[in-house]
């Protein structure tokens, strides 16, 4: 009798505690969206439109979980958050993933609790300078004043650069971003440090003159920027991890928004495994086995989404460079969906 207790009281605990860690992919289906952390507005990343209606190469994945999960691209909704709340929110429960231009570090994988689902742009940080400070180069910044924003992995690698390269300068860290951005503008610092993105979305989309602004030549990190999910839900975190591949692999594979459809004829075994046509790839992840033909269909591949917003069909006019297909000299190479 008394060992039956033991084992009766053995399988509540394991009950209780696999319904307190209820999957957030169960969590996403019954609540019917998915909660995205995003920016509190980053041109070309995550920022609202003139509607109202959040746009981005991150609100794109965004996007594509809810499609994937959802069936439907709009099911998501944008939790505007600071570089400072993010991982908290993330680790609260707050929202169900980050999609958030932030830099994938050995640190915020281990120590945080959260982990790191790819990588969605490859980055750098550089510098902005006003133009009238006439200076040409990042080894020309001894003792110059330099905002940053609070919760960056920016204000460190500042820190390591200058250090390793004998210059000395003067911090000038703020919380919102907003008023970094202002405090730049009106000349409390000398210069802007964050990831080139960064720096190029600022120049167009918040300052009143772009042109009497340039960005140094020197990018001084690695600064690879990706969705991060909680620790401890490996389900959601390949949700989160092969929506992003399937969008970098359809690029790869020529399967976009315009032709999805003629696609579901392919004779390509990849394409037909892609798109559902062959059935395994959704039933192991726990969705739909449309879930990637619902994203290219409703989002587009990696390349669409890149183009649209941060590159030519964008104000911010981004280059495709490290973020090309590896066929084209970069370093997006979709796992295989297989
Ligand atoms: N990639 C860096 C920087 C990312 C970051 O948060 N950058 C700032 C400055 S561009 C930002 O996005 N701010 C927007 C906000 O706080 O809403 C990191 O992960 O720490």
Same mark, same amino acid.
């Given at each position: 009798?008394?060992?039956?207790?033991?084992?009766?009281? +053995? &399988?509540?605990? #394991?009950?209780? @505690? *696999?319904?307190?860690? =209820?999957?957030? !992919?169960?969590?996403?289906?019954?609540?019917?969206?998915?909660?995205?952390?995003?920016?509190?507005?980053?041109?070309?990343?995550?920022?609202?439109?003139?509607?109202?209606?959040?746009?981005?190469?991150?609100?794109?994945?965004?996007?594509?979980? +809810? &499609?994937?999960? #959802?069936?439907? @691209? *709009?099911?998501?909704? =944008?939790?505007? !958050?600071?570089?400072?709340?993010?991982?908290?929110?993330?680790?609260?429960?707050?929202?169900?993933?980050?999609?958030?231009?932030?830099?994938?570090?050995?640190?915020?994988?281990?120590?945080?609790?959260?982990?790191?689902?790819?990588?969605?742009?490859?980055?750098?940080?550089?510098?902005?300078? *006003?133009?009238?400070?006439?200076?040409?180069?990042?080894?020309?910044?001894?003792?110059?004043?330099?905002?940053?924003?609070?919760?960056?992995?920016?204000?460190?690698?500042?820190?390591?650069?200058?250090?390793?390269?004998?210059?000395?300068?003067?911090?000038?860290?703020?919380?919102?971003?907003?008023?970094?951005?202002?405090?730049?503008?009106?000349?409390?610092?000398?210069?802007?440090?964050?990831?080139?993105?960064?720096?190029?979305?600022?120049?167009?989309?918040?300052?009143?003159?772009?042109?009497?602004?340039?960005?140094?030549?020197?990018?001084?990190?690695?600064?690879?920027?990706?969705?991060?999910?909680?620790?401890?839900?490996?389900?959601?975190?390949?949700?989160?991890?092969?929506?992003?591949?399937?969008?970098?692999?359809?690029?790869?594979?020529?399967?976009?928004?315009?032709?999805?459809?003629?696609?579901?004829?392919?004779?390509?075994?990849?394409?037909?495994?892609?798109?559902?046509?062959?059935?395994?790839?959704?039933?192991?992840?726990?969705?739909?086995?449309?879930?990637?033909?619902?994203?290219?269909?409703?989002?587009?591949?990696?390349?669409?989404?890149?183009?649209?917003?941060?590159?030519?069909?964008?104000?911010?006019?981004?280059?495709?460079?490290?973020?090309?297909?590896?066929?084209?000299?970069?370093?997006?190479?979709?796992?295989?969906?297989?």
């Amino acid at each position: 009798m008394r060992k039956f207790k033991y084992v009766f009281g +053995a &399988a509540v605990i #394991l009950a209780a @505690a *696999s319904a307190a860690q =209820a999957g957030t !992919l169960d969590i996403v289906k019954e609540r019917g969206v998915v909660n995205c952390g995003v920016t509190t507005g980053f041109a070309g990343f995550s920022a609202p439109d003139a509607k109202g209606e959040w746009q981005g190469l991150d609100v794109d994945l965004c996007r594509a979980v +809810a &499609a994937a999960t #959802l069936g439907d @691209a *709009s099911k998501f909704k =944008a939790v505007a !958050l600071n570089s400072q709340q993010r991982f908290t929110a993330l680790q609260a429960g707050e929202v169900d993933l980050l999609a958030r231009n932030t830099t994938v570090t050995q640190q915020r994988d281990t120590a945080l609790g959260v982990i790191s689902a790819g990588v969605n742009f490859y980055d750098g940080q550089g510098f902005l300078v *006003s133009k009238s400070l006439g200076v040409k180069s990042a080894t020309e910044l001894n003792g110059a004043s330099v905002c940053m924003q609070t919760g960056t992995s920016n204000e460190n690698t500042m820190a390591d650069w200058a250090r390793s390269h004998g210059i000395s300068y003067k911090p000038v860290v703020i919380e919102q971003f907003n008023e970094v951005v202002s405090a730049f503008a009106a000349g409390r610092c000398d210069v802007f440090t964050t990831d080139a993105s960064g720096l190029a979305s600022i120049r167009i989309s918040k300052l009143t003159n772009p042109d009497d602004y340039v960005v140094l030549p020197e990018i001084i990190s690695k600064e690879p920027l990706g969705p991060f999910v909680r620790q401890g839900d490996d389900q959601w975190l390949n949700v989160v991890k092969w929506t992003l591949q399937a969008m970098i692999g359809a690029e790869e594979l020529g399967v976009t928004s315009q032709n999805v459809d003629e696609q579901l004829q392919s004779a390509n075994p990849n394409i037909q495994r892609l798109l559902g046509v062959t059935k395994g790839a959704g039933e192991n992840m726990g969705v739909d086995e449309k879930w990637a033909y619902n994203i290219i269909k409703q989002v587009g591949n990696y390349g669409e989404s890149f183009e649209r917003t941060v590159g030519q069909g964008s104000p911010l006019k981004i280059q495709r460079g490290l973020n090309a297909q590896w066929t084209k000299g970069g370093l997006m190479y979709g796992l295989p969906i297989r």
